[in-house]
């Protein structure tokens, strides 16, 4: 249900604002359907990529040559930060769905070189490298333009279509202000004390999915049936989000599409998971 709601134009020193026309805010209630945000992230050779592969029409802007041997449409010449927000910002979507972009660890890697190649440091010298800008500050530029990379994308979810996000995966140290820091799985994207490219993507995110091989260590040996799996809720080993699932952990192998019907069939909301 969708009602309008008129304001008046705004008062400046009790009179009011010349040339504001009153703008027009619409009130709503219940689950609105929308586009998603998904972040996948995992081990090499895992699956992400034919995993991402099954989501509804998809386009993979393939930055790593990852999906020559997946029946996807795909865009295999973005080689530059340039050429990856040029695409996203022109009108090559007819028909897309979702657009999936593998990985968003190379994008990192085309952003730190766009801004090697055109900014200068404040006495107007060229970088080697982003930290030849003096302490921190290559990464405050690293911030401000991953965040336009995400406004693009942004762009797309408010025309309807799916984002896709693949990561490869580290192990990040996690400070924990009730006790010892821990170690855990996290997507392979910058974070560091000042300034994180992280953080600002798992907010992005409507759903972060860890994949792994179950894996069971006992007596400094490692087991498991080799197993596949996919994470949705946070725990102390892994990063994890979702605004959709039922947060159960779920298998997968090759072909299955479950994951995507599960998304397909429940809205986006803003509860988290018991």
Same mark, same amino acid.
């Given at each position: $249900?969708?009602?309008?709601? &008129? ?5 400046? /020193? #009790? ?11 619409? &009130?709503?209630?219940?689950? !609105? ?6 972040? %996948?992230? @995992?081990? @090499?050779?895992? #699956?992400?990529?034919? *995993?991402?592969? $099954? ?17 996807? +449409?795909?865009?295999?010449?973005? +080689? ?7 695409? *996203?910002? #022109?009108?090559?979507?007819? @028909? ?21 190649? /055109?900014?200068?440091? =404040?006495?107007?010298?060229? %970088? ?9 500050? @290559?990464?405050?530029? *690293? ?18 279509? /799916? ?12 400070? /924990? ?8 799985? !996290? ?9 994180? *490219? ?8 409507? =759903? ?6 179950? %894996? ?30 039922? #947060?159960?952990? $779920?298998?997968? !192998? ?11 069939? !429940? ?8």
């Amino acid at each position: $249900m969708t009602t309008s709601l &008129r304001t008046p134009p705004p008062r400046v /020193n #009790g009179a009011a604002a010349a040339h504001k026309p009153a703008k027009t805010f619409n &009130r709503t209630r219940g689950v !609105q359907a929308s586009a998603i945000g998904i972040l %996948v992230y @995992g081990t @090499g050779g895992i #699956g992400k990529s034919s *995993l991402s592969a $099954m989501a509804p029409d998809p386009l993979v802007l393939d930055l790593e040559r990852s999906t020559d041997r997946l029946d996807v +449409e795909r865009i295999d010449n973005i +080689e530059t930060w340039g050429d990856l927000r040029s695409f *996203l910002q #022109g009108d090559n979507f007819a @028909g897309v769905g979702s657009i999936v972009i593998d990985s968003a660890t190379a994008a990192e890697d085309f952003c730190r070189q766009h801004i090697i190649e /055109n900014v200068k440091t =404040e006495k107007g010298a060229t %970088v080697t490298s982003i930290e030849g800008y003096g302490w921190g500050k @290559g990464y405050v530029h *690293l911030f401000e333009e991953w965040r336009k990379l995400l406004a693009d994308l942004d762009a797309h979810r408010r025309r309807g279509r /799916n984002v896709v996000l693949i990561c490869h995966e580290q192990i990040g140290k996690v400070p /924990n202000p009730s006790g010892d820091d821990y170690i855990r799985y !996290q997507p392979r994207l910058y974070t560091g004390n000042q300034v994180s *490219l992280l953080h600002p993507t798992k907010e992005w995110a409507d =759903e972060v999915l860890f994949i792994s091989y179950d %894996v069971a260590a006992a007596d400094g040996k490692a087991k498991g049936s080799g197993t596949r799996t996919i994470y949705s809720v946070e725990t102390a080993t892994h990063m994890a989000k979702t605004r959709s699932l039922d #947060g159960t952990p $779920m298998e997968f !192998q090759k072909g299955d599409d479950s994951l995507w019907r599960l998304l397909k069939s !429940q809205p986006v909301t803003d509860e988290i998971p018991g």
